[in-house]
């Protein structure tokens, strides 16, 4: 089974949403338990929605723990910082073209998201960034076309 990479922050984050999802079994299962004694299934709305709910919280239940068992935790926080571009580092990039800097760290398919400038390992950014130094310049074709980058700061955080 191939490991995925993933931050200790995204495992920390993972761990906490399957916490709350097994606090709530139990809770569901009283749910029903309330809706059978109400009399007949077929027509017992409480009954329906409540197994769905199980349903849907086991599903999320087994879907998190797998995420975890195939889990690679990189801690770049132990690593000495050389300045290079690597899983889990945040870096500072200034856009040669509009000198507008930015800041992203490289996640995990399941962490990224944008909004929150956390770029999966697969983006087009971050594939284009591994490897490189503090200091280098890259050009990085994006879905909005070619763009130029320096790597202001590497940070190992």
Do not use: W
Request: with cysteine; net charge negative.
């Amino acid at each position: 089974m191939e490991k995925v990479p993933m931050t200790v922050r995204g495992e920390q984050k993972l761990r906490s949403e399957l916490e709350v999802l097994l606090k709530r079994r139990p809770l569901i299962s009283q749910a029903i338990a309330e809706a059978r004694e109400l009399g007949d299934l077929k027509e017992n709305a409480e009954y329906h929605a409540a197994r769905e709910e199980q349903g849907i919280c086991e599903a999320q239940i087994r879907d998190i723990e797998y995420k975890l068992s195939v889990a690679q935790i990189i801690d770049v926080t132990t690593m000495p910082n050389t300045g290079k571009v690597i899983f889990g580092t945040t870096i500072t990039l200034l856009d040669l073209d509009t000198d507008n800097e930015v800041t992203y760290c490289i996640v995990g398919d399941d962490e990224a998201n944008i909004k929150e400038n956390l770029i999966s390992v697969n983006s087009p950014i971050a594939r284009g960034l591994i490897g490189k130094m503090e200091g280098d310049e890259v050009a990085i074709t994006t879905p909005g076309g070619q763009k130029e980058f320096e790597i202001v700061e590497v940070k190992y955080i």
